[in-house]
């Protein structure tokens, strides 16, 4: 399965931004569908997550301003980010664990998210 993420840029603090991520390949299902963000020296860390019911949690830095979800049928994942802070700047990867003939995780390629302060 390949991901292919986009929304990504530069916006001033405040500001809003959309990413989506979307799956193509061969697959039978997708259960949990995340985004994760690393920025400059830092481990990668995990945003938002989504199950295949529609669960969803979200890092405590970001409740409340960020909002994921996902379209079962188009196999995307999007994320809404509302109220940005310069310390949203990161890369942004979208992971899915995908149920095929055996159950594995795929990441996309990463997009860019900068914060002006």
């Known amino acids: 399965v390949r991901l292919v993420e986009s929304g990504g840029g530069l916006v001033q603090a405040g500001g809003s931004l959309r990413l989506s991520c979307a799956a193509s390949?061969?697959?039978?299902?997708?259960?949990?569908m995340e985004w994760y963000r690393q920025g400059p020296g830092m481990q990668r860390e995990l945003v938002a997550a989504?199950?295949?019911?529609?669960?969803?949690k979200y890092a405590d830095s970001v409740k409340g301003r960020f909002t994921i979800s996902r379209d079962n049928a188009k196999n995307t994942v999007d994320l809404q980010m509302n109220s940005l802070k310069p310390e949203d700047t990161s890369v942004y990867y979208c992971?899915?664990?995908?149920?095929?003939?055996?159950?594995?995780?795929?990441w996309g390629q990463g997009t860019q998210v900068t914060v002006s302060s």
């Open positions: 992971r899915m664990v995908v149920v095929g003939s055996y159950e594995y995780q795929s």
């Open positions: 989504i199950t295949s019911g529609g669960t969803t």
């Open positions: 390949g061969s697959m039978f299902s997708i259960k949990d």
